[in-house]
């Protein structure tokens, strides 16, 4: 099995830009996370989503957004773009994501620079 | 506010020793605990998981235990060797729904010949 893809690797882009990120789960897997990984915060939860629904949100603003497709790929998206945002994000996928535990698998993560 | 405390030194061990990592967390009630290592440029991997009535999982040559009364993990690595060295990261599990998961900010181990 494929494990979890995200694209692209790398990105640089300016203040006051625009991004979107992609992710593909492991095939069968309908709970799609994202995290935000700095150095000074370590890695924060910003969003899941199952089944094209939002069912957790972390403590982020409004200029981080996501969404899921029917076909459990997912997107995120930072309008807006600030210094500060410059980060690894990494999007972890699971099974249902329901309280009975599930191994959570994690993607190699899109570098993003904002200068 | 909640708080999950590792040790921000790098632990710096001989191989063939044990290796032991702590996570401490505050103001917390997880339904479990996992363990997962990072390497460099790439993301976390699931190592292990304990639930929060389990006092200790073992996997191989890792050892995880849970006190929640003193809410604190070991994370233990016996027999270890060089390619165990990474970062190792705590996460908490609150009860609850979904997969919210609340990471500590890693401890980087580094075993040496």
């Known amino acids: 099995k494929a494990g979890v893809t995200q694209t692209p690797r790398y990105l640089i882009k300016t203040r006051g830009q625009q991004v979107t990120l992609s992710c593909s789960p492991i095939s069968g897997h309908r709970s799609v996370s994202w995290y935000q990984q700095t150095p000074g915060q370590g890695l924060q939860f910003l969003f899941e989503?199952?089944?094209?629904?939002?069912?957790n949100k972390g403590n982020f603003p409004g200029r981080f957004s996501g969404r899921q497709f029917s076909n459990s790929r997912s997107e995120m998206n930072v309008s807006t773009l600030e210094l500060g945002d410059s980060a690894l994000y990494l999007c972890?996928?699971?099974?249902?994501?329901?309280?009975?535990?599930?191994?959570?698998?994690f993607g190699p993560g899109t570098r993003l620079l904002v200068l | 506010s909640q708080k999950i405390e590792q040790n921000s030194e790098a632990l710096n061990i001989q191989e063939g020793k044990t290796a032991t990592l702590t996570c401490n967390y505050t103001?917390?009630?997880?339904?479990?605990l996992q363990w997962y290592r990072q390497d460099p440029g790439r993301g976390p991997v699931f190592l292990l998981l304990i639930r929060e009535n389990e006092k200790e999982k073992r996997k191989e040559r890792l050892k995880v235990t849970f006190d929640t009364t003193l809410k604190q993990s070991l994370f233990h690595i016996t027999a270890s060797q060089p390619a165990d060295s990474a970062t190792y990261l705590c996460a908490l599990h609150p009860t609850g729904g979904g997969n919210k998961l609340t990471f500590g900010t890693g401890t980087q181990l580094k075993v040496e010949l």
């Open positions: 972890a996928s699971s099974l249902w994501g329901t309280e009975v535990q599930e191994t959570q698998y």
């Open positions: 103001n917390y009630s997880p339904a479990y």
């Open positions: 989503y199952f089944s094209e629904t939002q069912r």
